[in-house]
């Protein structure tokens, strides 16, 4: 199997080089990160400009590039412009959850679009915040879970987030957002405020609450936005 790994913190994030360690176990490795920080860059890609792309002995025998553009762009770069075919994208570990809204948000995730929209199943991995242990403790276990609950048969991404603590595994969907978006405006600057906004239910079907609670999270995700619930039934059979 060859794997396209990469990862939203950049090419020397620590969640990247767990990651590594892991997917050698699973097949042939190629890595192409971000030459520098990318979360919450969500799915841009760059489209005007050159960017560039450098080979780098950063894991040793393990062929990496440097990419200074973002997680997509790796994605986008490796398969569409070097002509590299992947059986599978992960994505990860990354520093801190991607859960509910701010999947939206998630350069962690969009690489995985990117990848499922190449026609590539994709992986996400996500860790709490400065914590590691229990995800890499726990990759190879999530990795086998979906194998045999076959999520792949019928979803392109796996979302799958580690808390602090916390061995079992549940399959959930999008919860809500979980920070606030407030700012503070002064002397012509707005300053963001991330407060999280989780009040502690227990909905355990969400991917917020299971991992709130202590819960690893599988999430099957889609490349298709559409709203099938705001779709009538004959409007859902048309074409
Ligand atoms: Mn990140």
């Given at each position: 199997?060859?794997?396209?790994?990469?990862?939203?913190?950049?090419?020397?994030?620590?969640?990247?080089?767990?990651?590594?360690?892991?997917?050698?176990?699973?097949?042939e490795?190629?890595?192409f990160?971000?030459k520098?920080?990318?979360?919450?860059?969500?799915?841009?890609?760059?489209?005007?400009?050159?960017?560039?792309v450098?080979r780098?002995?950063?894991?040793?025998?393990?062929?990496?590039?440097?990419?200074?553009?973002?997680?997509?762009?790796?994605?986008?770069?490796?398969?569409?412009?070097?002509?590299?075919?992947?059986?599978?994208?992960?994505?990860g570990?990354?520093?801190?959850?991607?859960?509910?809204?701010?999947?939206?948000?998630?350069?962690?995730?969009?690489?995985?679009?990117?990848?499922?929209?190449?026609?590539?199943?994709?992986?996400?991995?996500?860790?709490?915040?400065?914590s590691?242990?229990?995800?890499?403790?726990?990759?190879?276990?999530?990795?086998?879970?979906?194998?045999?609950?076959?999520?792949?048969?019928?979803?392109?991404?796996?979302?799958?987030?580690?808390?602090?603590?916390?061995?079992?595994?549940?399959?959930?969907r999008?919860?809500?957002a979980?920070?606030?978006?407030?700012?503070?405006?002064?002397?012509?600057?707005?300053?963001?405020?991330?407060?999280?906004?989780?009040?502690?239910?227990?909905?355990?079907?969400?991917?917020?609450?299971?991992?709130?609670?202590?819960?690893?999270?599988?999430?099957?995700?889609?490349?298709?936005?559409?709203?099938?619930?705001?779709?009538?039934?004959?409007?859902?059979?048309?074409?």
């Open positions: 199997m060859r794997i396209l790994l990469t990862n939203d913190d950049g090419i020397e994030a620590e969640g990247l080089r767990y990651l590594v360690d892991f997917a050698k176990t699973l097949g490795v190629c890595v990160a971000p520098l920080q990318q979360s919450a860059k969500s799915h841009s890609i760059e489209i005007h400009s050159a960017y560039e450098k780098s002995d950063i894991f040793g025998d393990v062929e990496a590039y440097s990419v200074n553009s973002t997680p997509a762009d790796c994605v986008r770069v490796a398969i569409l412009g070097m002509k590299k075919k992947f059986d599978l994208v992960i994505s570990v990354n520093n801190g959850p991607n859960l509910g809204g701010d999947i939206h948000y998630s350069g962690t995730v969009a690489a995985c679009f990117e990848g499922a929209m190449l026609g590539v199943k994709s992986l996400a991995f996500s860790a709490a915040f400065n590691f242990g229990n995800a890499v403790k726990n990759l190879g276990r999530a990795y086998e879970e979906i194998l045999r609950r076959g999520l792949w048969e019928r979803a392109d991404i796996v979302n799958v987030n580690f808390p602090e603590e916390g061995e079992e595994m549940l399959v959930t999008m919860g809500p979980i920070y606030s978006d407030s700012f503070v405006i002064e002397n012509d600057m707005a300053t963001p405020c991330l407060v999280c906004l989780y009040r502690g239910t227990r909905d355990l079907s969400l991917d917020t609450d299971a991992v709130m609670t202590g819960h690893i999270s599988l999430t099957p995700l889609g490349y298709d936005l559409t709203n099938f619930s705001a779709l009538t039934p004959a409007e859902r059979k048309i074409g």
